[in-house]
């Protein structure tokens, strides 16, 4: 749907006339339309971070409506652990997100609280789409020593402009997805996102077997992996402490 609300709608409609037995909707966005469409055919939600907070479901044990799924909830605090490990000299973290995405205003607000405890100061850039992100971007980069994106659907379809706008500044970007670690990240600390595809398979397929939906408890994914590129590090003169390398998976290997 390329971000657009107004084709997430027409397409969960299209989905739902279909007459499907099961509508399957990736990321918040996605899954708020097909609630939004139907109370009748069984939805199943894949990659959520706060599906309580998106009024997809009230109770993550017993769904008491037509949605079920996976909820993936960003591991926030290992995540603050890894930029004071990684960026120990970082002291002001800039978040970028969008402020018309419900799962990440509640992620934002979990990072706030481990950061400042962690005596780190946070600054928030809301952008409400794409077009903001370039020049928000230049704002921030002058104002910031690091930047942490949350699991935000806005921010995934144009961090190509979050990692151009970054480089420049020679800035470290710290993610939530490790394809993005790919894309030029610094870091991240994530889940899979093909083993989440295959939890939201596992609902379905319960589902689809003759299982109601308040029977299927929402499965939550809420530990992650350390994921690091090591190009970006090498770039930005980084060193990677011994221990971190040890339990990271690697996305990208350093230059020879």
């Known amino acids: 749907a390329e971000g657009d609300q107004s084709k997430i709608q027409t397409m969960s409609k299209q989905l739902v006339n279909d007459k499907n037995d099961v509508v399957i909707g990736i990321a918040t966005p996605a899954a708020q339309g097909l609630a939004a469409a139907t109370k009748d055919i069984p939805v199943i939600m894949g990659a959520i971070s706060d599906p309580v907070g998106a009024k997809l479901v009230k109770n993550l044990k017993h769904p008491e409506g037509n949605v079920t799924g996976t909820s993936n909830q960003v591991p926030i605090k290992q995540t603050v652990e890894l930029v004071k490990s990684l960026t120990p000299n970082a002291k002001t973290i800039g978040i970028?997100?969008?402020?018309?995405?419900?799962?990440?205003?509640?992620?934002?607000?979990?990072?706030?609280?481990?950061?400042?405890?962690?005596?780190?100061?946070?600054?928030?850039?809301?952008?409400?789409?794409?077009?903001?992100?370039?020049?928000?971007?230049?704002?921030?980069?002058?104002?910031?020593?690091?930047?942490?994106?949350?699991?935000d659907n806005t921010i995934a379809s144009a961090f190509s402009t979050v990692i151009s706008s970054a480089n420049q500044a020679?800035?470290?970007?710290?993610?939530?997805?490790?394809?993005?670690?790919?894309?030029?990240?610094?870091?991240?600390?994530?889940?899979?996102?093909?083993?989440?595809?295959?939890?939201?398979?596992?609902?379905?397929?319960?589902?689809?077997?003759?299982?109601?939906?308040?029977?299927?408890?929402?499965?939550?994914?809420?530990?992650?992996?350390?994921?690091?590129?090591?190009?970006?590090?090498?770039?930005?003169?980084?060193?990677i402490p011994e221990n971190v390398l040890k339990q990271s998976d690697i996305a990208v290997k350093a230059d020879k």
């Open 170 to 239: 020679k800035i470290p970007v710290y993610t939530t997805v490790d394809t993005m670690v790919k894309e030029g990240g610094l870091a991240s600390v994530a889940q899979s996102q093909y083993e989440l595809g295959k939890a939201t398979a596992r609902s379905a397929v319960k589902v689809l077997k003759g299982k109601k939906v308040k029977d299927v408890p929402v499965d939550v994914i809420d530990d992650g992996t350390p994921t690091l590129n090591l190009k970006v590090a090498q770039d930005l003169n980084i060193t």
């Open 96 to 151: 970028l997100y969008a402020s018309s995405e419900d799962n990440s205003k509640s992620q934002v607000e979990n990072f706030k609280k481990y950061a400042e405890q962690d005596g780190l100061n946070v600054v928030e850039y809301a952008v409400p789409s794409t077009n903001e992100i370039n020049t928000t971007m230049s704002v921030m980069t002058g104002k910031v020593d690091a930047i942490w994106t949350p699991q």
